[in-house]
């Protein structure tokens, strides 16, 4: 029955639109494992209507714990936000943040087709290409526009590189703490001198946001973060 439902579904993500029904906030609750420790995650996605406009804020906190914590004090972070279009998320500001360290911050100006990465006081600018996606609205983007078929290639930028990355596009039925969900995989076909990794897992029942999410962070050490909970509430807080 799964498996029927998946196929259904696969019609409806090769023919999406920008989603009117979502939630005006949903939270995620994800449990980290892998070679960088344990931890959780908590994520928010926000949207709200601005100047005739529809915009997002996606907010995540990644806490340490055991051995981890110890060695790696403090928080992670990070924050996204920007416009909702017909081409899905444009990121106008991204900002990244390590315990007590200063925030490392990347804008995004559109109008001037350029990417301004600030860090430590300095400044660093180059060219801006049409549809890049910063590291946390890029497991977001695919509620907003159809979803290729096979494979697609864009641009997505951290606090410090932009590159051209090429991903395949695959199904998988995922066990997670909340049960077994039919997920889309996105899986980044790495160059031979490319170290980083990225699978991503999104949820065909829940308007494909992120249940799943493997990456390579600086240094080799790998991170495996599985959705534990989802929430969705209205803009007046309920459920």
Known sequence: MRYLLLIVML?????????D???????????????????????????QQENNSRQYTIQSEI???????????????????????QAGLQPMRFTDQRGKKGAREVEFDWDEQRIIYRRKGKQMETSLPAGTLDKLSLPY?????????????????DHRHLQSA?????????????????????TKQQAAD?????????????????VRIVSTEKGG???????????????????
């Open 11 to 19: 019609g409806w993500t090769a023919s999406a639109t920008l989603a």
């Open 21 to 47: 029904d979502l939630p005006a906030r949903i939270e995620i609750d994800y449990a980290l494992n892998g070679s960088i420790g344990k931890g959780k995650a908590h994520e928010t996605l926000a949207i």
């Open 63 to 85: 806490s340490a714990s055991g051995f981890l914590r110890l060695i790696k004090p403090g928080s992670i972070v990070r924050a996204s936000h920007g416009k909702i279009n």
């Open 141 to 157: 983007h695919f509620m907003f526009v159809p979803l290729p078929e096979a494979e697609f290639t864009l641009h997505e930028t």
């Open 166 to 186: 090429r991903y395949r596009v695959s199904r998988e039925m995922l066990e997670t703490p909340m049960g077994t969900l039919a997920t889309i995989v996105l």
């Open 194 to 210: 490319d170290p980083f990794r990225k699978q991503i897992w999104l949820a065909i029942d829940h308007y494909l946001l992120p």
């Open 221 to 239: 050490l790998e991170v495996d973060q599985i959705v534990t909970h989802i929430h969705y509430r209205d803009e007046d807080g309920g459920q």
